[in-house]
């Protein structure tokens, strides 16, 4: 018969769940050198391309918008450096806990950001294509124009 201590009781805290299910919870803490190795290439990429923003090619708005994704992005990652490997969740849970809500709150603005950022892009091609309609537009308005002109004998072809 099934006694009531045999059940699994709704109430339990991380320290008595079986150990992998407790390194899948999240609680995984690295070395320090571990996560500056694997941190550093992603920061030297974002500074490369902070530097490839400042070309004249670049539309000032995208330039803005992309350079304030980067910043959040470098944040967001030596955020997660320091929640991974150099803050103890066990010493300081505050510290460990608001470092991994900084990551929350700029991958959020980095969701954003993006948003925005294809929000400008399509508007940007929009006024692309209205500038090449209107300039396609002109040129087939000349054409007729020029060709009505030379059906009314002034040009060459009825010559």
């Known amino acids: 018969m099934i006694s009531p201590a045999n059940l699994p009781t709704p ?9 992998g299910l407790a390194i899948g919870l999240g609680q995984t ?3 320090p050198w571990a996560t500056l190795a694997i941190a550093a290439p992603f920061l030297l990429i974002g500074l490369w391309y902070w530097r490839r923003l400042g070309r004249s090619a670049v539309i000032p708005v995208r330039r803005r918008i992309r350079r304030f994704s980067l910043l959040m992005g470098g944040v967001a990652t030596i ?6 490997g150099w803050i103890d969740p066990d010493v300081r849970p505050i510290s460990y806990l608001s470092g991994w809500a900084v990551v929350m709150v700029t991958l959020f603005a980095l969701v954003v950001c ?6 400008v892009s399509i508007r940007l091609h929009q006024r692309m294509v209205d500038r090449r309609l209107v300039r396609d537009t002109l040129r087939l308005r000349g054409a007729i124009e020029r060709s009505a002109g030379n059906d009314s004998g ?3 072809r009825n010559a």
């Open 29 to 31: 803490h690295l070395p």
């Open 154 to 156: 002034e040009g060459p």
């Open 79 to 84: 955020a997660t450096v320091m929640a991974t």
């Open 114 to 119: 993006a948003v925005i950022d294809a929000i």
């Open 11 to 19: 109430s339990f805290g991380i320290d008595q769940l079986p150990a």
